[in-house]
């Protein structure tokens, strides 16, 4: 999925990983967690996984990079 990087950071990252307290792990409450969700974002291009979409139309143009997407889930 192509997106614009500030969209990218609103997705939820696979390898994210967030320090639980022992008591919402005890409870099971982990996942209702407001921590949980936001501190598990994509990073965007601060991440080494993320790839710069470049359009193929347009190739001989410097083009700004705006859109781009994560190469662990391999290229859109």
Known sequence: MILTEAEAK??????????????????GSVNRSPMWSSASNCIGSACMAFRWFH??????????????YCGLAGKP
Do not use: I, Q
């Open 10 to 27: 609103t997705r939820w990252c696979p390898f994210g990983r967030v320090p639980a307290d022992r008591n919402d792990v005890l409870s």
């Open 55 to 68: 359009d193929e139309a347009d190739k001989g143009k410097p083009l700004p990079l705006t859109h781009g």
